[in-house]
């Protein structure tokens, strides 16, 4: 679960507690959804338009009523963590709180997304998220068993290619060093993995599109581009969300490698 948060204020200036009435939770957002230290982007709207944006969390949540409105009103500190490139994607999005995430009580949600919410062993977020690709459609994953230096998985997509790794560290600088041998594995023709049987395979990769995906449980963005390889911060949300696309939806293998490459 994610919150999104538009105000006209700018956040990195607040200093102290804020509210927001009632009337102003949006997009399925409920006073049951309230959570402590849930990941939030903060957007400051000017003109109309988004100004600012920064990721962060919520803490300290009241519950009460508002002296001058009288209406239920939640009290919470904004914790800013860091600043971040605009989001187009909530563009069109008025003043308000609003969530994104895991639908709760739902038939079609498998248990491992909560998990994947909330846990702090990486190993386990490295696990079931390997298994929510597979739910994606992605069939043929290869992972690399924890070698050193190595990424977590790579797979293909009729023409795209993609090495992931996982990571539940916000700062991904210390990723600096394994994201450029990562883009060094895709400039190359083919990419090499190791079977289960100690035998060693190639993906060929010559004339494909090249994405490292750093997956986290932070906000889309874009790091850098080597050569023909897009390196980007993939939140698991976003693949949480292609699964519920994907349910209601038909796809070919077609239309999965065009919400691949948008993500």
Not at 158 to 185: A, G, P
């Amino acid at each position: 679960m994610k919150y999104i948060m538009v105000s006209n204020i700018n956040w990195a200036r607040v200093r102290g507690r804020r509210r927001y009435t009632i009337d102003y939770l949006r997009g399925g957002m409920e006073v049951n959804k309230l959570k402590e230290n849930t990941e939030t982007i903060f957007i400051q709207l000017h003109g109309g338009e988004i100004k600012n944006a920064w990721f962060g969390k919520v803490c300290n949540i009241e519950i009460g009523r508002d002296r001058k409105s009288n209406k239920i009103a939640i009290w919470f500190n904004p914790r800013i963590d860091g600043k971040m490139p605009n989001p187009k994607e909530y563009a069109d999005y008025p003043i308000g709180w609003y969530v994104e995430g895991i639908p709760e009580n739902s038939i079609i949600t498998p248990p491992l997304f909560q998990i994947l919410e909330e846990t702090n062993n990486w190993r386990q977020f490295e696990q079931y998220t390997y298994y929510l690709l597979k739910l994606l459609g992605i069939h043929n994953i290869h992972t690399y068993r924890e070698q050193k230096g190595e990424p977590d998985g790579v797979f293909k997509v009729k023409n795209l290619v993609v090495i992931y790794d996982c990571s539940l560290k916000r700062d991904l600088d210390n990723k600096s060093t394994q994201i450029k041998n990562y883009c060094d594995m895709l400039l190359h023709d083919r990419v090499s993995y190791r079977e289960e049987n100690g035998g060693r395979r190639k993906i060929p990769t010559y004339g494909c599109k090249k994405r490292v995906w750093i997956i986290t449980r932070g906000i889309p963005r874009e790091i850098e581009k080597v050569g023909e390889v897009l390196v980007k911060e993939v939140p698991i949300y976003s693949l949480i969300d292609l699964y519920m696309k994907r349910v209601i939806e038909n796809y070919d293998e077609e239309k999965l490698e065009l919400e691949l490459l948008a993500i």
